[in-house]
């Protein structure tokens, strides 16, 4: 099965040191290569070793999809680089100029749609949406704003907090257009994109996710097959 469990930093949390979409992964530098590529191999992306901002919580403050990323205002030239040397210069590299910096945990995209934290303000929704070059729109999970951390989205389907409300889940179905469903990781932790990254190929979980939990999450994100 195209499920896989991974650790980063000694820590089950691998989302927030890392993303996915179906054309990257981005892990830190401090993982040792080989240890990096396996994920890309899973993923079958492209893999950028870089940190954001000279930080490892890379999950955290960036988010992207196929089209574009979004960046901390304090991201370094040389890690924008790395970036654009992997990804070409049809993608969208944007270094968002606001207080703002947790980007991963504001915004849930996949390549169809998003959703943003609500307290954004319409010209940085705006920015997002020219960035990832799809619609945008202000959403909650469970009654909290931090929609990135909240859920993982592919072009298959979200995982989100067991806790969804059912209007929430509707308009993110609708905007991503992808089914959503509820779930867990590592061990019962609601906080999905915390522990979770995932594309269209495999989803990449926290060592500490059960078997259970993984067969949920084969479900909802269609990775439940055989590697070709």
């Not at 909650?140 to 889940?169: D, F, Q, W």
Request: aromatic content about 6%; charged content about 20%; hydrophobic content about 45%.
């Amino acid at each position: 099965m195209a499920i896989y469990t991974f650790v980063l930093f000694g820590s089950a949390s691998i989302g927030v040191y890392s993303l996915a979409t179906e054309k990257l992964v981005i892990i830190p530098p401090q993982i040792p290569r080989h240890k990096a590529e396996r994920v890309g191999k899973w993923l079958k992306t492209r893999l950028v070793q870089t940190m954001i901002g000279e930080s490892v919580v890379v999950g955290a403050l960036a988010c992207a999809n196929s089209n574009g990323i979004l960046l901390p205002h304090f991201t370094r030239e040389e890690e924008i680089e790395a970036i654009k040397e992997a990804c070409g210069e049809d993608f969208n590299i944007t270094v968002m100029e606001t207080r703002r910096t947790a980007y991963g945990n504001m915004v849930l995209t996949n390549d169809k749609g998003a959703v943003v934290d609500p307290r954004l303000k319409s010209r940085e929704i705006k920015q997002i949406s020219e960035t990832l070059d799809v619609e945008a729109l202000p959403a909650e999970i469970a009654g909290l704003p931090y929609v990135g951390s909240l859920a993982t989205a592919t072009n298959n389907g979200v995982l989100a907090h067991p806790l969804i409300r059912e209007e929430e889940k509707k308009l993110i179905e609708e905007v991503l257009k992808v089914p959503v469903d509820v779930g867990t990781i590592n061990c019962g932790v609601p906080y999905v994109g915390t522990g979770l990254i995932a594309n269209t190929h495999a989803a990449v979980a926290g060592f500490l996710t059960t078997g259970p939990e993984m067969f949920i999450i084969g479900h909802v994100l269609d990775v439940v097959k055989e590697d070709e």
